[in-house]
T-cell receptor, first 116, second 116 residues
Framework: DTEVTQTPKHLVMGMTNKKSLKCEQH?????MYWYKQKAKKPPELMFV???????INESVPSRFSPECPNSSLLNLHLHALQPEDSALYLC???????????????FGDGTRLSIL | GNSVTQMEGPVTLSEEAFLTINCTYT??????LFWYVQYPGEGLQLLLK?????DKGSNKGFEATYRKETTSFHLEKGSVQVSDSAVYFC???????????????FGTGTLLAVQP
C-alpha cells in the first residue's frame, strides 16, 4: 500500500474544463513534488514545495496551477489543457531539511489524465 | 552536470535467471543513488538506495552497490520471478538549490519481462 494517496485515479476532461488533482500524505514530510510521466518515459519534474511554499517551477505552463494548503495536502489545478497534456501525473513527498539530498521520494500511484 | 545512463531494454529473461541492469552516472558532489520499480498501472516504488560510496542497498532479493570508482550502481538479482516484471528506474538524488528539498535525475528506465 502506498503512503501517498492520489485522487482521482483516472480523469477525462475536455479542453475547456477546470479540474483538480489531489495528493495527501501523512508521513510528516515537508517536501512535496508534482511530476508528469508520459508512456515509456521517466517522470518529469513539474513543481516542488518546501514547507508549504513553492520553491521550484520547472517552466510549467500556467494552465497548471499548484497549491499546497497544508503540510499534508498538495493540489494541482487544471484549466484549458491541451491534448498533449494527457499523461500520468505523479505526486511524491520526502523529508525536507539539511539531509534532504539523501532522502528518497515516496510516490503515489498517480492520476491518469486524458484530454479530449 | 548530473546525469544517469541506464541500459536499454526490454530485458527478457526466463524465471530463475540472473538479472543485471546496468546504471552509470555523472555527478558533481556526493549524490545518493536509488532504484525505483514501476509495475503496470502504478506509481514508482522505492526498491533500494545507497547514500555513499561502497554502500550496498538491498531489498526483496535485489542488490546494488554504490561504486564511486566506476560511477556505477548496477541492479542485480540472483533468481527472477514472473512477478518481477516491471520497469526499473535508476535515479541520482541531489539537493535542490537552497538545500531543503531534493531532485531526482532518472535514467530512461528498463523494462524487464520475465517468462515462466
Amino acid at each position: 500500500d502506498t503512503e501517498v494517496t492520489q485522487t482521482p485515479k483516472h480523469l477525462v476532461m475536455g479542453m475547456t474544463n477546470k479540474k483538480s488533482l489531489k495528493c495527501e500524505q501523512h508521513m510528516g514530510h515537508r517536501a512535496m513534488y508534482w511530476y508528469k510521466q508520459k508512456a515509456k518515459k521517466p517522470p518529469e519534474l513539474m513543481f516542488v514545495y518546501s514547507y508549504e511554499k513553492l520553491s521550484i517551477n520547472e517552466s510549467v505552463p500556467s494552465r497548471f496551477s499548484p497549491e499546497c494548503p497544508n503540510s499534508s495536502l498538495l493540489n494541482l489545478h487544471l484549466h484549458a489543457l491541451q491534448p498533449e497534456d494527457s499523461a500520468l501525473y505523479l505526486c511524491a513527498s520526502s523529508p525536507a531539511g539539511v539531509t534532504a539530498g539523501n532522502q528518497p521520494q515516496h510516490f503515489g500511484d498517480g492520476t491518469r489524465l486524458s484530454i479530449l | 552536470g548530473n546525469s544517469v545512463t541506464q541500459m536499454e531494454g526490454p530485458v527478457t529473461l526466463s524465471e530463475e535467471a540472473f538479472l543485471t541492469i546496468n546504471c552509470t552516472y555523472t555527478a558533481t558532489g556526493y549524490p545518493s543513488l536509488f532504484w525505483y520499480v514501476q509495475y503496470p498501472g502504478e506509481g514508482l516504488q522505492l526498491l533500494l538506495k545507497a547514500t555513499k560510496a561502497d554502500d550496498k542497498g538491498s531489498n526483496k532479493g535485489f542488490e546494488a552497490t554504490y561504486r564511486k570508482e566506476t560511477t556505477s550502481f548496477h541492479l542485480e538479482k540472483g533468481s527472477v520471478q514472473v512477478s518481477d516484471s516491471a520497469v526499473y528506474f535508476c535515479a541520482l538524488g541531489v539537493k535542490n538549490y537552497g538545500g531543503a528539498t531534493n531532485k531526482l535525475i532518472f535514467g530512461t528506465g528498463t523494462l524487464l519481462a520475465v517468462q515462466p
